[in-house]
């Protein structure tokens, strides 16, 4: 250019950027939502205090201790089976509620649902995959883990306690997994509880019943599919999470993962 | 027992060498035994008490009669001048539970959090593209008049379904199932052995793989060897009836 039309000198966009994110970092918005000493205030450089902040000042907290066994890291102990059974649980939340926007329980549309959730909605066949693949993915790792903890005796004192909550875990895995067995409302799903739930009618005393309230009749038909629904989506997940919070508590509260051997 | 990493180790060496160079010197010279931390003098004087009490009730007594024969130490002291009388002696560590032992720890972030995000990663990445080469099954619509067969129940049931040929359906479908989860529970109760090393657990190790197998070979069986009329059959000769 040959006319310089103004004298100042040129704000870059790094300045500006940098005014940005320093008006940013300054602002109440931003001071309220991330608590003092959190690295996204102070910024982040790679210390033993800052990694420190890391898990103290944010809601991993919750979850993890500032600092762990170094053999609790150690892949080769843990295998992450624990770890990827609750992350399979989030993967399931996830892709469950996709699929529930589409979803009718109903014995007329549950089966067209999914029917046109794999053909018409954009990634519903890919969703429905990851759920269903997922799902049996899950009863393997809760399975796994439970039979890592048994080989390294890990439930021995002070975790009895823990492995009993750990076994109703995996009892509740089964259950979500089952009642959503029926959801998709075809010969498989249906035939396939028909078999379970005659088993459950065999349960001395109070079986007949039990399996009357949760089919919602003496044979499967509609109700059924309602209640599972329900019990699929809200209550099973609901009392899951519930364990699942005692479970991660009393991991820590028992002294972090056992072990070594 | 609690593995001490190496540098704790050459530290705590390092300390314990710097001070033993340190009081070396004036110990020697004192001459004081140096495994107790109990002055001599007071040493003597219990020994001195053990060996008779009332001898040194008796000074004592004295003492206070007397008006300071020496007139060095004040009224109602002992020898040496001293104005308290060593009761006992206790020692730190019977009555301070001290948990100094070290461990070895490591920040839970990067170490652990890196991991863990890495697994997390990984187990979408496998389901993602499992999703993408193999569709979850959807039959026909359900049909109360249309029994498939073999009816087959989710895999994980299917070994309850396999011991349904061998027993009567309350022992397999409740028994069984109820007893083996009570069993589960109460493992750790059961387990009285206090040591969680594999070569202390041998008999218990070997049983739960036993029932693992067991439930296993079931599964499978039940799964991949079963036909029509839940007959048994080889998959490589009459195909697979089995749906994930």
């Known amino acids: 250019m040959a006319l310089t039309l103004d004298e100042q000198p040129k704000v870059t966009l790094k300045e500006r950027a940098t005014k940005v994110n320093e008006s940013l970092k300054g602002s109440q918005a931003w001071n309220s939502i991330f608590r003092p000493g959190s690295i996204f205030r102070k910024g982040y450089t790679d210390s033993p205090r800052n990694r420190s902040y890391v898990i103290m000042n944010s809601v991993l907290y919750h979850l993890h201790p500032v600092k762990v066994k170094r053999h609790a890291v150690k892949v080769s102990y843990t295998l992450c089976l624990g770890g990827l059974s609750f992350f399979l649980f989030i993967l399931l939340t996830v892709t469950g509620i996709f699929l529930m926007f589409f979803y009718r329980p109903t014995a007329t549309n549950a089966w067209q649902d999914i029917q046109s959730l794999q053909t018409s909605v954009t990634f519903g066949l890919m969703v429905r995959n990851m759920h269903r693949w997922g799902a049996h993915l899950m009863v393997l790792s809760v399975f796994l883990h439970m039979a890592r903890v048994f080989y390294h005796g890990a439930y021995k004192a002070p975790r009895e306690f823990n492995w009993v909550i750990g076994v109703i875990l995996l009892t509740l895995t089964l259950l979500l997994s089952f009642t959503g067995y029926l959801l998709p409302w075809d010969q498989l799903a249906l035939w396939a509880v028909t078999v379970g739930t005659n088993m459950m009618g065999y349960s001395p005393v109070i079986g007949s019943q039990v399996r009357f309230v949760l089919l919602g009749g003496v044979e499967i038909g509609a109700e059924t599919l309602l209640r599972w629904y329900v019990l699929h989506v809200l209550l099973f997940p609901f009392i899951t999470v519930i364990f699942l919070a005692v479970h991660f508590w009393r991991v820590r509260k028992d002294g972090g993962i056992s072990g070594p051997l | ?244």
């Open chain 2, 1 to 244: 027992m609690t593995e001490i990493p190496e540098h704790l180790l050459k530290r705590a060496q390092a300390a314990r060498d710097k001070a033993a160079a340190d009081s070396g010197a004036g110990e020697a010279a004192s001459g004081a035994p140096s495994d107790s931390r109990i002055p001599e003098e007071l040493l003597n004087r219990s020994k001195a008490a053990a060996a008779g009490g009332v001898a040194v009730a008796e000074r004592v007594a004295t003492g206070v009669a007397t008006t300071a024969p020496n007139g060095n130490s004040p009224q109602g002291t002992g020898p040496g001048g001293h104005t308290q009388r060593l009761l006992t002696v206790v020692k730190s560590g019977s009555i301070q539970d001290v948990k100094a032992v070290p461990v070895d720890k490591v920040h839970t972030w990067p170490h652990l959090l890196g991991v863990e995000f890495v697994a997390a990663l990984a187990c979408t990445a496998f389901t993602f593209l499992f999703s993408w080469f193999v569709n979850a099954p959807l039959l026909q619509a359900a049909n109360f008049n249309q029994t498939p067969n073999p009816s087959k129940a989710p895999w994980y049931f299917l070994g309850l379904q396999e011991l349904l040929t061998m027993f009567h359906p309350m022992i397999a479908g409740v028994t069984i199932p109820g007893v083996a989860l009570i069993a589960l529970m109460l493992a750790p109760y059961m387990d009285r052995n206090p040591s969680n090393k594999p070569e202390d657990r041998k008999f218990l190790t070997s049983i739960f793989t036993v029932h693992l197998m067991f439930w296993a070979v079931l599964v499978i069986i039940g799964s991949f060897f079963r036909g029509p009329g839940f007959n048994f059959t080889f998959p490589w000769r009459d195909g697979i009836f089995f749906d994930l």
